[in-house]
């Protein structure tokens, strides 16, 4: 097989395995965030730390997502060159 080929492969599985495992992280920080109900109504400082903490998220998501677009444009790439996946 030629080279490339194999890099693709390689590139593809370890890609999507950073990917799942980041998409059951982000799963289980969102089943977190809709199981928390409780107003904000701390200090100043723990309000911070909270939006910190969304904005974190909303990046690792923004991540998955990005991630998932890639994964997207290897799979169709290697339907193109006829490479197994």
Aim: proline letters at 1%; charged letters at 40%.
């Amino acid at each position: 097989m030629e080279e490339f080929k194999e890099r693709m492969q390689q590139e593809y599985a370890q890609l999507k395995e950073r990917w799942e495992k980041l998409k059951k992280f982000n799963n289980s920080k969102e089943i977190l965030r809709h199981l928390d109900t409780s107003p904000c109504t701390g200090t100043a400082e723990e309000r911070a730390r909270e939006r910190e903490e969304t904005l974190r998220c909303d990046l690792m998501h923004r991540q998955q997502s990005v991630m998932g677009e890639y994964l997207h444009l290897l799979e169709l790439r290697a339907e193109l060159e006829g490479i197994e996946l």
